[in-house]
């Protein structure tokens, strides 16, 4: 099971970007997907979430800003990414709660940069 993320880089204040995270492997269900960031010097912290029927929350520094979904047929979740500010940079951390070989189970994708410049 591996999930690979992808989509960071480096912008300006007010740019976008989309991230995506692939999850593939022998899995029988996505649950919750979520998207985690973790800034130098800070805690790994939640950014998003969405569950197998698409309800979302979201961190109070993102909501209006930030939307996350999910494409179950491709076994893909995205953050769109708008507005985006200096502390918004980030190493940005896709997770996912897996069932597979019907045992639930947590994976993490390895990381995409994303640096916000002033």
């Known amino acids: 099971v591996q999930l690979q993320a992808s989509g960071g880089g480096l912008v300006q204040t007010g740019d976008s970007l989309r991230l995506s995270c692939a999850v593939s492997?022998?899995?029988?269900?996505?649950?919750?997907m979520g998207w985690y960031r973790q800034a130098p010097g800070k805690q790994r912290e939640l950014v998003a979430s969405i569950t197998s029927g698409g309800n979302a929350n979201y961190a109070d520094s993102v909501k209006d800003r930030f939307t996350i979904s999910r494409d179950n047929a491709k076994n893909t979740v995205y953050l769109q990414m708008n507005s985006l500010k200096p502390e918004d940079t980030a190493v940005y951390y896709c997770?996912?709660?897996?069932?597979?070989?019907?045992?639930?189970?947590?994976?993490w994708g390895q990381g995409t940069q994303v640096t916000v410049s002033s």
């Open positions: 997770n996912g709660d897996l069932l597979v070989g019907w045992k639930p189970k947590n994976y």
């Open positions: 492997g022998s899995i029988l269900r996505i649950n919750v």
